[in-house]
Structure formats: structure tokens, C-alpha cells
């Protein structure tokens, strides 16, 4: 059966599932993103506070940065405008607040190149100057699907969402129907989220999230944990 008009083909649509899917090789699943930290510190101990607390963090830290960077990277991966990949790659390393989150977007990125370079060959020429972080790295496998900026950013913030709900579910600890519930509460605002990071111009993109900033740097000695932030 043929695509609907202007319906993303099936080969894109296949592809930016594969992209959002925990099961990609990058290590996101290892990452709580200072969540584990506030179940300690900042009450996170039920379903509404955790939830309450993903649907912030959203809004308020990944629309307004990373998902922002994936919106401006991907058109910039599609004109060859490597000065803007660069610059945008800058960005991302310079406002992480933490270790943890510098680490993570290192580690996650690295790894994005290694499993790009089994499935695109200039992969390899095209990373051997840049260390990419994983919003950058992201863009440039979304950028090669063929599908709109806006589908690409809803398949990065629903990859985002999933991982961060399995770590609630882990780390409060919650059954699998409070996850489930929690899931479909992000995947309802993740399209107002991309809406808004669509919008952003290069000096409205902003990383500044004090209170996840403080909660990620006191997970680097935390007694106990389960995830790398």
C-alpha cells in the first residue's frame, strides 16, 4: 500500500523508530539524568512527584537545549554547513553543568559514531575531526532518514523519555503500569516541547537548570546508585 500524502515513507518512519529505541547501543539506559539523585534529595519518591519532575525537566532543560541543537543540526547535517555543526557541537560540550552530564554526552555521543560508522560510510571521515556529542551525533543519523526537522525531534525527545522513565521505574522503584502512565503523560507534551524548540534562535538556547545542575554533582558521591548520573 502506498504512503498517504505527505505521510513520512516507511523506510523513514522505520528509521527514526530504530533512532529512538532503547535498544540502540549508546548507553542511554544507563543515565538517570540526576533523577536518582532527587528520589534521595528532592522527594522524588512517588509516581506524581517523579512525573512532575520528567514533564519539568522536559520543558524546562531539554526543549530549550539539546532538543534545540537536534532541531538546528539536522538542516545543517543536510546543507553540509560544517561550520554550524561545529559550532553547535561547541555549545552543547561548553553548557553541560556537571561531570556527569559532560561524561554522558561524551560517552553517548562516542558511541552514536561507533554504531554510525556500521551503517553510514563516510561516517567515519566525517567524526574523525569531531568528537560529537549525542544531540549532534543524533542529528546526523536523523538528518539521513529523510524526514522533517519536527519528526526528528519528536523520535530524540520520545528516545529521551523512554530512557528516563525506565529509571524512575528502577530508581523510585515503580511498577511497570506507573511507567506506562508516566510514558504516556511525556509522549502527550512532547509535541508542545518540539513546538517550542523548533522556535529557538541561537541566543535563546539556554542550559541553565540550577537545581538538576546541584542534584547531578552531589550523584557523583552518592552512597548508593544504580546510574552513571
Avoid at 116 to 139: E, G, I, M, Q, R
Avoid at 168 to 178: F, I
Avoid at 224 to 229: D, H
Wanted: aromatic share 10%; charged share 20%.
Amino acid at each position: 500500500m502506498d504512503d498517504a500524502p505527505g505521510a513520512l515513507s516507511a523506510a523513514s518512519l522505520l528509521q527514526l523508530i530504530w533512532l529512538a529505541s532503547p535498544a540502540l547501543p549508546v548507553g542511554g539506559f544507563s543515565y538517570s539524568e540526576g533523577l536518582e539523585a532527587g528520589i534521595e534529595w528532592a522527594g522524588l519518591a512517588t509516581e506524581a512527584a517523579a512525573s512532575d519532575w520528567l514533564a519539568d525537566q522536559l520543558h524546562l532543560s531539554l526543549a530549550r537545549a539539546d532538543l534545540a541543537v537536534v532541531a538546528q543540526a539536522v538542516p545543517a547535517w543536510r546543507s553540509g554547513d560544517t561550520a554550524r555543526i561545529r559550532a553547535l557541537n561547541d555549545w552543547v560540550f561548553q553548557t553541560r553543568e556537571s561531570a556527569e552530564f559532560q561524561l554522558q554526552t561524551e560517552q553517548m555521543g562516542r558511541s552514536f559514531v561507533e554504531w554510525l560508522k556500521l551503517h553510514h560510510a563516510d561516517a567515519a571521515s566525517v567524526f574523525d575531526s569531531l568528537p560529537a556529542s549525542y544531540p549532534v551525533a543524533f542529528a546526523f543519523a536523523a538528518s539521513r532518514t529523510g524526514a522533517p526537522v519536527r519528526d526528528a525531534c519528536l523520535a530524540f525527545a520520545f528516545g529521551w523519555a523512554e530512557n528516563m522513565v525506565a529509571a524512575a521505574v528502577k530508581a523510585v522503584p515503580l511498577g511497570q503500569s506507573a511507567g506506562q502512565r508516566m510514558l504516556g503523560r511525556l509522549a502527550a507534551e512532547i509535541p508542545t516541547a518540539v513546538e517550542s524548540a523548533l522556535t529557538l534562535a541561537d541566543d535563546e538556547r539556554q542550559a541553565f537548570s540550577p537545581m538538576l545542575a546541584v542534584l547531578s554533582a552531589r550523584h557523583e558521591t552518592q552512597y548508593s546508585r544504580l546510574f552513571r548520573s
